[in-house]
């Protein structure tokens, strides 16, 4: 009896074997590693897209796996190339653009598409966008989950505290005389908040660039932290909370700032157009999203991630890969992106879409963050990425606290910066 | 010689093979890979790796962030282990006793050991959270304004210390619990008859009597103070200015933030090397001071 059942077992195992195998003979089996970095159910938005994409092909099999947060997602992909078991494709950091390729880790897009309809394909996206995914003349990464920094501002506090709620600043004059006006003695209100975890060389990138600076140079071999427009950008964030007490001193938690300013606890907050959608359905009162103020002009840095093409790969996974690609930033699919999350739409002709014209019309603020485009640079992205950036972090940082001040912090982390791109140039 | 090829040695040796191939391929073989990956510039790609002899460890001396996660270290683990240990033992003599609800309190005190650090984590950063968290709430009902926990340099580090002993605490009283029941109570109605007092009987009878158990926590403290970073990940990534870094931590950033193998090897080596003499220490010099029955 026992025996018989064993064969039995056995039997079927093979079959099933047997029948896998020959399956994945006819299919092209694809495996993406990709981030989410804000909250809310973006895991369910993107396995459904991979799912219609299967079912539009069904000769490519993908296996989507939710990788963590953007460094998790390379150091997985990494990790697997390493292994021996890599993925052919991944969303990573856009800003990790020159260690994949120091790492030779990844191919460029020039290299892999062959048709003149796959090349007009990489010129269809907002070339600002563009500027963190090209480097030496080539293209190593595509927009997918793109975003810029944006402030939600609070129209039942700016009511409340008598400015016209469909005039948010525009100036860094008017966020500090209206975050004056928002902010409350008692301390239950502050102003404004911009996070200083997780992220500040991201939003140190938008103040320094309303300042008229950026923080590198295109090859990513130069950084420029030490310069005075730099330096000022950042004692004009240090004063927001030391001199002007429109925002709390220390730092500010990027992971618990939306919550603040759900519970109405700031009245503007800067935070990643992908936290969009999680704001309209979480505001119990009236909100508005407006582009960055300007000093000089306005500013901000793209920021989010790219999909990537791993080198590792066959011909066949290559020419899979440009195609899930391409299916997943298509003009529809990146609308129906953009709606879901608030990221934005990567093309022009993802706005041209009724999915969402019909949404920009309905909810104007969708829009902001196309419109800020204009005025949007690169995102930090530099040799020995990792350690420049942690620098500028640990700099702003100490800067915000009060351990030094911007000049120094900004004069050493140049210096440091200086000595680990010596090499690159 | 023929004493090792013996029948029975190589039995002997048959046996102990399980074990001596994990410890060799789980242990001794990483640790020394990881020095050999110190003294080399691992390739990134298509750069083959070389020898680099000791400017790994060279780098330490200038790495001022690894000035920095040490003195962080030695504060944390000054913090957490004699606290932890100190409210594991009360918590301990507490349940010990018979009183209503005792298995009801004995669980609260266990809860937060069951919980995952990063569960953990998430949770204090809601606690911790200027404003709309508990403390501040709390805090905010008497009136105070309180701190900005997790963005001031001078409190992050204690705050992460207090999270760390809360989640500790109740983990080290399980062994305290079992070591108090396996206590004879003769021992404790001797000490009465004596005229003893609880205090004396505490201190002369009790305390020696765990001893042992005292140097097994001790050591899984110290491991812990090490080894627990799960938490920066969620609260601070070591900030703000690296004022909450930790070894490990900073081990972590170097290998898989900036691809530094060698010098997270290097790093590593110092972590090993001073886990080792700590190691040492406890089981050399205070062992011979404990009574063990």
Redesign the interface.
């Known amino acids: 009896m026992f025996a018989k059942m064993k064969r039995l077992f056995l039997i079927t195992a093979a079959a099933v074997c047997l029948a896998a195998t020959q399956a994945a003979a006819a299919q092209t089996e694809l495996t993406m590693y990709y981030p989410v970095a804000v909250g809310g159910p973006l895991t369910k938005v993107v396995d459904g897209m991979v799912e219609d994409f299967m079912k539009e092909n069904p000769d490519i099999k993908v296996n989507a796996i939710y990788a963590g947060n953007y460094?998790d997602a390379r150091?997985k992909a990494?990790a697997a190339m390493k292994s021996g078991k890599p993925a052919q494709l991944s969303v990573m950091f856009s800003i990790d653009i020159y260690?994949l390729i120091?790492?030779?880790?990844i191919v460029a897009f020039d290299d892999v598409v062959e048709t003149d309809d796959e090349k007009k394909w990489l010129d269809s996206f907002y070339p600002t966008l563009m500027e963190n995914g090209k480097t030496d003349g080539k293209t190593w990464g595509i927009p997918f989950q793109r975003s810029t920094i944006v402030m939600y501002y609070n129209k039942d506090a700016f009511r409340a505290a008598g400015l016209d709620p469909e005039k948010p600043p525009a100036t860094w004059e008017e966020l500090v005389s209206m975050g004056k006006k928002l902010t409350k003695a008692d301390?239950?209100q502050?102003g404004a908040m911009i996070p200083?975890?997780?992220y500040p060389y991201w939003m140190f990138g938008a103040l320094t660039m309303q300042n008229g600076e950026v923080l590198m140079n295109d090859s990513g071999n130069t950084t420029y932290f030490d310069k005075p427009g730099v330096v000022e950008a950042l004692q004009f964030w240090k004063d927001l909370g030391s001199k002007h007490k429109i925002m709390?001193?220390?730092?500010?938690?990027w992971?618990?700032l939306r919550?603040?300013f759900l519970?109405g606890?700031t009245a503007m907050m800067w935070h990643s157009t992908g936290n969009l959608t999680a704001v309209k359905k979480g505001a119990k009162f009236d909100f508005g999203v407006a582009m960055l103020p300007a000093q000089k002009r306005r500013g901000t840095p793209t920021g989010g991630g790219n999909f990537y093409i791993f080198k590792n790969s066959t011909p066949e996974e290559k020419k899979a890969s440009v195609k899930l690609i391409r299916f997943m930033t298509s003009p529809e699919r990146s609308a129906e992106w953009s709606v879901k999350t608030g990221y934005m739409g990567v093309s022009p002709a993802a706005y041209e879409t009724s999915i969402l014209k019909d949404y920009v019309s309905g909810f104007p603020y969708a829009a902001v963050a196309r419109d800020q485009l204009e005025y949007a640079t690169a995102e930090l992205s530099t040799h020995?990425t990792?350690?420049v950036r942690?620098l500028l972090?640990?700099?702003i940082?100490?800067a915000?606290?009060g351990?030094s001040t911007p000049e120094e912090a900004l004069t050493n982390a140049q210096k440091q910066a200086a000595m680990l791109l010596k090499k690159y140039q | 010689m023929h004493q090792i090829f013996s029948r029975q040695s190589i039995y002997g040796w048959l046996l102990l093979l399980p074990a001596a191939i994990l410890l060799f391929a789980f242990t001794y073989y990483p640790m020394a890979g990881t020095f050999f990956d110190s003294i080399f510039n691992e390739g990134s790609g298509s750069l083959s790796s070389r020898y680099n002899g000791p400017l790994n460890y060279q780098m330490l001396m200038i790495d001022p962030v690894f000035k920095t996660v040490l003195i962080n270290n030695a504060i944390f683990a000054l913090g957490t282990i004699p606290v932890s240990i100190g409210l594991a033992l009360m918590m301990a003599l507490i349940v010990d006793q018979h009183f209503l609800g005792r298995s009801l309190v004995r669980m609260a005190f266990f809860t937060p050991t069951v919980l995952p650090m990063i569960a953990v984590a998430n949770i204090w950063l809601f606690f911790y959270t200027p404003d709309i968290g508990l403390i501040d709430s709390l805090l905010a009902f008497f009136g105070i304004e309180g701190p900005n926990w997790l963005g001031d340099p001078d409190t992050v580090l204690s705050a992460i210390i207090v999270m760390a002993i809360w989640k500790e605490a109740g983990f080290f009283m399980i062994f305290y619990l079992a070591a108090l029941q396996t206590i004879s109570p003769e021992l404790k109605e001797a000490a009465k008859l004596e005229g003893a007092g609880k205090l004396y009987y505490f201190r002369r009878v009790l305390f020696p009597l765990l001893m042992p158990t005292t140097l097994f926590i001790s050591i899984n403290a110290v491991i812990n103070s090490f080894k627990l970073v799960d938490h920066l990940f969620i609260l601070t990534k070591g900030g703000p200015d690296n004022a909450s870094n930790l070894l490990l931590y900073h081990i972590y950033e170097t290998a898989f933030s900036y691809f530094d193998q060698g010098y997270a090897a290097a790093l590593t080596v110092v972590l090993l090397l001073i886990l080792a003499s700590f190691a040492i220490v406890q089981f050399f010099f205070f062992d011979r001071r404990i009574h063990y029955r």
């Open positions: 460094n150091i990494l260690e120091n790492q030779d880790a301390g239950s502050w200083s975890t997780g709390p001193e220390g730092t500010i938690e992971g618990t919550q603040n519970e606890k020995q990792g350690r942690k972090d640990d700099s940082q100490s915000l606290t351990r």
